[in-house]
């Protein structure tokens, strides 16, 4: 395949279309970049998606001269292909009420900037050096329930956009809305929702403004519903974004007892290793809790009653909240320890 594409490099359009249609292969076969242990027979454009894949996601600096460009058609073809596949996910829902959710939020990075300069006498000069950017990074996910087959979900994405004029809120909901797309947009004819998270900093006015862009757009004239019924299918919901929340509680909290800079950096350096090594750890996780797994006794009700109202205020998943309560799992120093004679399995004590 990587023959082929460095054929066709000169025409762009092409190097799209045929990785657009090896995607097409590789969502149909539901397949992911760890296949050999599945028995789900992959045809020969999905087996080649899935090396194009393999080969460009792995660890490396940099990319090679004959990558980049690739990548970049690559980066495309899956853009084309979410978008895809999200209309058609929409009409499968035959008219069912579907949500959209969609959030975003401004992050600075640094990266390369270049300078080239025409001095007199013809003589030219490069300057290289850093540069910080701020980027909006935004996504996108679309679901409704089907009665036989639960919930179904699918996912967009898009490039960060940068915020070169700023961060007032008409431009970062202008830029927002580069990304998005809004269910009716997809071919949704029945009763929808759309919500928004942002942090809290101007969501009051986004909110505003987002709901004025609804209301200012044409409603369909296929919509199978009465003219009276129609301006009355679409929900606007705004929340704000509870990562921002518990983080700023986090930071809030520890204020007084983390003042020393020097020690927030090794933290964070500390917990950023430890996000890169995220594999290693859920490769070992298991039997590290087992050699910290103890069986105790039986608690008292006073102290079940208190861990239950401590599970649900976290808002912990029904069934999980009963196997965690059924065991009596809780952790003491560097003990996990469960109730006496209660059978549990590596799998469960992984996802704890």
Not at 1 to 11: A, C, F, P, R, T
Not at 54 to 80: I, N, Y
Not at 274 to 286: E, H
């Amino acid at each position: 395949m990587k023959d082929q594409i460095e054929q066709h490099l000169s025409k762009p359009e092409n190097v799209c279309e045929r990785l657009s249609a090896r995607l097409v292969c590789l969502l149909k076969h539901k397949v992911v970049c760890s296949m050999p242990s599945s028995s789900v027979p992959l045809s020969p454009q999905a087996q080649s998606a899935v090396c194009t894949l393999e080969s460009l996601g792995r660890a490396a600096w940099m990319l090679t001269k004959e990558e980049a460009p690739t990548v970049g058609a690559v980066c495309e073809a899956t853009k084309d292909v979410l978008l895809s596949r999200a209309r058609a996910f929409v009409a499968d829902s035959h008219g069912l009420p579907l949500l959209s959710s969609q959030s975003c939020d401004g992050t600075p990075i640094r990266c390369q900037h270049y300078s080239r300069r025409v001095l007199p006498g013809a003589k030219s000069q490069k300057v290289r050096g850093k540069e910080g950017v701020e980027v909006l990074v935004s996504n996108q996910f679309v679901r409704y329930h089907d009665p036989g087959h639960g919930w179904r979900t699918v996912c967009l994405l898009a490039e960060p956009v940068p915020l070169s004029h700023g961060k007032a809120v008409p431009l970062v909901l202008a830029a927002a809305r580069r990304t998005w797309t809004s269910l009716r947009a997809l071919g949704a004819k029945g009763c929808i929702v759309e919500h928004y998270c942002w942090d809290r900093a101007g969501i009051t006015a986004l909110e505003r403004q987002c709901r004025q862009w609804h209301l200012s757009q044409p409603i369909p004239d296929d919509l199978p519903y009465s003219d009276a019924v129609k301006p009355h299918l679409e929900f606007v919901v705004t929340t704000p974004c509870a990562l921002h929340d518990s983080h700023n509680a986090f930071r809030w909290g520890f204020l007084e007892e983390c003042k020393d800079r020097g020690l927030m950096r090794d933290i964070y350096i500390a917990v950023e290793s430890l996000r890169n090594s995220a594999d290693l750890l859920s490769s070992r996780i298991g039997s590290w809790v087992f050699h910290h797994l103890v069986h105790r006794e039986g608690r008292s009700p006073e102290w079940l009653d208190q861990r239950r109202v401590l599970l649900e205020g976290l808002d912990v998943q029904p069934e999980l909240l009963e196997l965690m309560m059924d065991i009596e799992l809780a952790w003491e120093g560097d003990e996990l320890c469960v109730r006496a004679g209660a059978q549990v399995d590596k799998s469960s004590l992984v996802v704890w």
